[in-house]
Structure formats: structure tokens, C-alpha cells
């Protein structure tokens, strides 16, 4: 119901703003050459009610027809909120003069009809520049391949109460495979090769091996059980493992088709964890790792931090695996202070923003306070991993796909 609602919003705005930005250009519709370029723009609004209604309805689409609905939709959404501002600053310019010419001149009605208020031409190059920008730059990352480039970024982590034996520790994070979107499997093993490369002392996977369904993992299954470590490979589920965005025959296809996922997890050799704790030892000292389900703010939560939490003492080193970040600003750093490190995913950083040296900046940051990288509050970290795979948009710009490595120091 949430995400209905959501689509409904989101295309309502979307037509409004295609309306909208009709009243500037349809001055030009006189223009001979230009009527194609018309028909163009109303086939966004076109495409995005289709879209809507591709879900409203039900109606199964093959992923790439999917995909291409959501690239136009988004595209076309994204530079026209970006061109907004300039319309809107110069529309409340002329609506200043419109009531000047009411309010405060002598035959202010007549000299309005006789002289009709122009639109800046600044402020339109300016709208102009901003909608083409998005737009360019969403195209260069589809075409880009950077949906591939796979990058290794490394953080050393001082942890206090981190026990001496685990001082050093190799620690690899993925996250966000969706293996579904990944057609170019030379490309993607390559990206996994590197984690391998790697030797990490222990891995953690946290959360979306799918989009929606067990059978995009097909012929993967060798693969994926290559990503080994000598303390094992430790996993979560992810908001897209439920199979919560996609329409099922019935539930029980439903009910087969996540415990399909649990079972690929452990086919992998992948240790799953579903609310509940286990420890890492290493010569006779240990770490506590807690690894809950998805936690979320807007869709159904399956995950419990109080029962994976359960048994644990509060004077030990906590390490805990949660798909959204955002269940640590609202749960962890409020109520489970002792929880030392979070490692989380989710956001993929929108695959959209500007990273250069310590600058980062994604529209991400406006829906999520730790959307990439490291994060400390007090004497907790979160670090949130920028996705090894992709969904919906066939693209990355500036956010590149990672492989985190992070390296633990005790005090």
C-alpha cells in the first residue's frame, strides 16, 4: 500500500511538472520544425503514467522494459526539479510587476495587456542549463559502463574495545549485489575477483542478493561461493530479498521464493543471520557480531535488534549487520550504546553525486544522514558501503561501485 501511494504521489508531481514547464515552451509551438520536439516531450508524461500504471495493474515486464520505464521516469523528473528553481524565481518576478501594475499605476490593467510580461532570458538559459545537465549526466553514466568499475576503498578504524588478538584484522564489506541487474557477467566476476584478491580475515555481506526473486541467481552459485575467508563469510537480507516489490501467483510462490534465498545463502557457505548473535574468536578472545533482518522506516520491518541482541554483556565488543543505515540514527546510537561498529548498505549513494577527496555530496544525503562512507558519533562508528551492483537506473555518476576493506585497530 505504502509504495502504491508513493507512485501515485511521485506521478501526480511528475505530470504537474511536465504542465508546468508546458506554459514556458508552448509559445514555440507555431514553429513548424518544432512539433516532433513536442511530441517528445509529451511522451515523458507518457512514459510515466505508463509506468504507474504498470504497477497498479499488476502487469509483468520483463527487466529491462522495467528498467527503461524507471530511466526515462527518473531522468525526466530529476532535471525538471533541478530547472524549477529558476522558473519559479522568475514567475514570482513577473507576478511582483503583474502587482505592481495593479496596485500602484494609473491604468495598470490596460498597460499590463498592452505590454504582456516577458520571461527573463537569463533565468531561462539558466532553467535551460540546469535541465539539460541532469539529464546529460545520467545518460554519460548508462553509457559510461561505470555500473562495472568496480573500486576498493580502504579505512583504518581505532576501535577502544576492540580485544588485542583481532588488532589488525582484515575486514571486507559488500553489499547490495542484486545479482539480477549484473548481465555482464565478465564484468562482475571480475569486481569479485577483486575481493578475493583481497584475503580479507572475514567478510560481511549485508543485504540485497536479489531484486525481487530466488531464480536470478541461477549459474551464479559457483561463483558466489568463491567469496571465502578464514573466518567466514557472514550475511544479512536486504529490503529486496523479501520479494516485497514484485507481484506473486499466490503465497505460497511468495513463501518459496525467499526460503529459496535463505537456501542459496547457505549453499554459498554464507553464514545468514536473521535477528540473533555468534561470536569470532580468535585465540581464545572473541567479538560479538549481531546481524538483524531489514529494518525500515517506511515498509514493513522484520528486523529485532532487542532479540538478536539477547544474552549478550554489555562490556563487549559489538559489531552489528543492518541493511539501512537509518535504523542506526533511530534505534542503535539511542538505545544500544554498546554497539561499537554497524556496517550497513542500502542507499547505493542514489548512484548519482560528486565525490572528490574528502567532498561527497548525493541527493542521497536528503533521505539519509550516513548514505556513504565512514561515520562517528561519540564512540560509535557506522560505516555504509556504496553498493556492488545496481537497480533500476542503468547507471552510476560519480558514485562508482565498492568493495570496502577496513582494517581494525585496537587501542
Known sequence: MERFVFLFVFTLISVFLDVYFYQIIKKY?????????????????????????????????????????????????????????????????????????LLWRVNGTKKLNENKISRSKFLSL????????????????????????????????????????????????????????????KAAMGGIQMIINEKPDIIFFTGDLVNDRADELKNWGDTLSKIKAPLGVHSILGNHDYGEYTSWENGDKKSNNFNNILKAHKEFGWNLMMNENDKIIVDNESINLIGVENWSLRFKTYGDLSKAYRGLDKDEFKLLLTHNPSHWNQEVIKNYKDIDLTLSGHTHGLQYGIEVGDFRWSPSKLAYDQWADLYKIKDQYIYVNRGFGFLGYQGRVGILPEITILNLKSS
Not at 81 to 100: E, G, H, N, S, T
Open 29 to 101: 509551438r507555431k514553429i513548424k520544425w518544432t512539433k516532433f520536439l513536442f511530441i517528445l516531450y509529451w511522451s515523458f508524461t507518457f512514459i510515466t503514467i505508463v509506468n504507474f500504471l504498470t504497477y497498479y495493474l499488476g502487469i509483468e515486464t520483463e527487466y529491462y522494459f522495467r528498467t527503461i520505464l524507471f530511466n526515462f521516469v527518473i531522468g525526466n523528473f530529476i532535471s525538471k526539479v533541478v530547472a524549477l528553481p529558476f522558473i519559479l524565481i522568475d514567475d514570482l518576478r513577473r507576478l511582483m510587476i503583474k502587482l505592481y501594475y
Open 126 to 185: 539558466s532553467a535551460s542549463i540546469a535541465y539539460g545537465f541532469p539529464m546529460a549526466s545520467l545518460t554519460y553514466g548508462i553509457i559510461s559502463n561505470n555500473i562495472y568499475d568496480y573500486r576498493i576503498r580502504k579505512k583504518n578504524i581505532i576501535l577502544e574495545r576492540l580485544p588485542k588478538k583481532f588488532d589488525g584484522i582484515k575486514v571486507c564489506q559488500i553489499s547490495d549485489i542484486h545479482i539480477g541487474s549484473l548481465r555482464n557477467r
